[in-house]
């Protein structure tokens, strides 16, 4: 009987010492997994670097979390390049070229051969912003699209508030040029509703093309009692191709 008592108490302590070893090995490993998220988002470097990589919509959200943050992201060449709040320069050229079978491809080459390159067959790379543009409304790659320097700027529910963010950023990340901006209007004395007025504004970029400046224009218009349609307002960028993040680094676009 002593004999079998004392076996219980030896296995249940063995049971219990089993039990605060895994109980402290997981609290451990907890702990350490704890401590390394920490030192990543408390080591500049290595948490610009997370934050650069965030959709554009989650790294305006980031600046929310704390202090620390966004100033990380107000401080930050990269960050601000991402957020289209800070000109970038991206030093990309595109030939547009026909292959054996007939289809056009884009082929990226060096600034020597875009300066002597013909107009309509070299290109500068330019991204518009996700945003307050889109592109390829017609379905079309970049390559057979007759319009690859066209942007078409979206509607912006807020765009009555004077202290929204995206009010600051720029429309597009590109070299600097003279690009239209393209809009159609009806006017308050017109009786026909099906005849519409239109405004063609030669902007300087990036020096005024930040999309308060943009909106600005057609405020213009709303202020002297005209009605402004959304669709279809036209960015045109002569002898740019707009294109995405992810294609500057492909070759051959086709």
Not at 4 to 25: C, H, P, Y
Not at 158 to 168: G, H, I, Q, T
Request: charged share 30%; glycine share 4%; with cysteine.
């Amino acid at each position: 009987m002593a004999y079998s008592e004392g076996l219980a108490v030896t296995t249940a302590i063995k049971r219990r010492r089993r039990t605060d070893f895994g109980n402290s090995s997981m609290i451990t490993r907890s702990q350490t997994l704890s401590a390394a998220r920490n030192a990543v988002l408390h080591t500049t470097e290595l948490l610009e670097n997370i934050l650069y990589f965030l959709p554009m919509k989650d790294l305006l959200f980031a600046q929310r979390v704390c202090t620390e943050w966004r100033e990380l992201i107000q401080r930050s060449v990269p960050l601000q390049e991402a957020l289209f709040l800070r000109p970038r320069e991206l030093g990309v050229y595109w030939r547009r070229i026909k292959s054996l079978d007939m289809q056009y491809k884009l082929v990226k080459i060096n600034k020597e051969e875009f300066s002597r390159g013909q107009k309509g067959e070299v290109f500068k790379a330019a991204i518009p912003n996700p945003l307050l543009c889109k592109i390829d409304v017609f379905g079309k790659s970049r390559a057979k699209n007759e319009r690859p320097h066209n942007a078409w700027f979206k509607h912006r529910p807020s765009a009555l508030y004077p202290e929204a963010c995206w009010r600051n950023m720029l429309i597009a990340q590109g070299p600097s040029c003279l690009f239209e901006y393209y809009f159609e209007y009806q006017r308050e004395d017109r009786k026909d509703p099906c005849w519409t007025d239109c405004r063609i504004e030669n902007i300087i970029f990036p020096e005024c093309a930040k999309a308060g400046n943009v909106v600005g224009l057609v405020e213009e218009i709303e202020a002297e009692g005209h009605f402004v349609e959304w669709d279809g307002h036209v960015l045109r960028f002569p002898r740019l191709m707009f294109t995405t993040e992810e294609e500057l680094e492909i070759d051959v676009v086709g």
